[in-house]
């Protein structure tokens, strides 16, 4: 009898712990995102998050020489990341640039292509579970928004014109003497990169080495 009452306490504690597990392991949090400091950690990040690549190139056609690009995207497809590779002039000197962004779905945007759109008018499209997915992962954004607010020094503000939005950035919180030149930020955009999503909330982070 006891021994059966053992037996069922361990397999209470699985079925709680088991679906927790299962959620933490497929969240992004600041500290993920502050161990990323090359193409293959970023992969790294990506993969056990549960991340699939979606696509990745060079963007030599659209004048941007020796830049290439990978794109992934998380299985609800709710979050789009992106990792950008190029060279520039920094002192005069040929300077690699690494430039990594995470962009999540406005709960507020119009997302025709999965059936969730906000617009009254087209209400009969709408999805209940999307609804369910984009908010869980906006919140995430908020909340990895809110640890850089609290945890990171400001460092500038970068107006772009362009693409009509204001991104604020601090400094990127790393024991790693080389990746003082990072910086990190956040912002609200009309436009996704490449222009894959709509509306979205960018959690971006940039860095030159030296």
């Known amino acids: ?28 949090d600041l500290s993920q995102i502050e161990s990323i400091y090359s193409k293959g950690t970023f992969q790294k990040v990506m993969l056990e998050n549960g991340f699939k690549k979606r696509s990745s190139g060079d963007l030599s056609s659209l004048g941007r020489p020796n830049r290439s690009y990978i794109t992934y995207e998380n299985k609800t497809e709710t979050i789009q990341a992106n990792v950008d590779l190029w060279m520039e002039k920094v002192f005069g000197m040929d300077s690699e640039v690494l430039s990594f962004n995470f962009e999540f779905k406005d709960p507020n945007g119009k997302w025709s292509d999965f059936g969730y759109i906000s617009d009254k008018y ?17 919140n995430v954004y908020n909340k990895i928004v809110n640890s850089i607010k609290t945890s990171s020094e400001f460092r500038y503000i970068y107006e772009n014109e362009k693409k009509n939005y204001e991104a604020i950035y601090y400094n990127f919180n790393s024991s790693n003497e080389d990746m003082k030149n990072m910086v990190i930020g956040y912002y609200n955009a009309p436009k996704g990169s490449y222009n894959y999503y709509e509306q979205v909330g960018v959690i971006k982070v940039v860095y030159k080495k030296k």
């Not at 009452?5 to 361990?10: D, V």
């Not at 209470?12 to 392991?25: D, E, R, W």
């Not at 087209?122 to 906006?138: C, G, I, M, S, T």
Request: hydrophobic share 45%; glycine share 0%.
């Open 1 to 28: 009898m006891i021994l059966k009452l053992i037996i069922m306490k361990q397999l209470l504690l699985i079925f709680f712990c088991v679906p927790f597990l299962i959620y933490s392991q497929y969240s992004l």
């Open 122 to 138: 087209y209400a009969r499209y709408d999805r209940p579970e999307r609804r369910k997915e984009v908010n869980k992962e906006w």
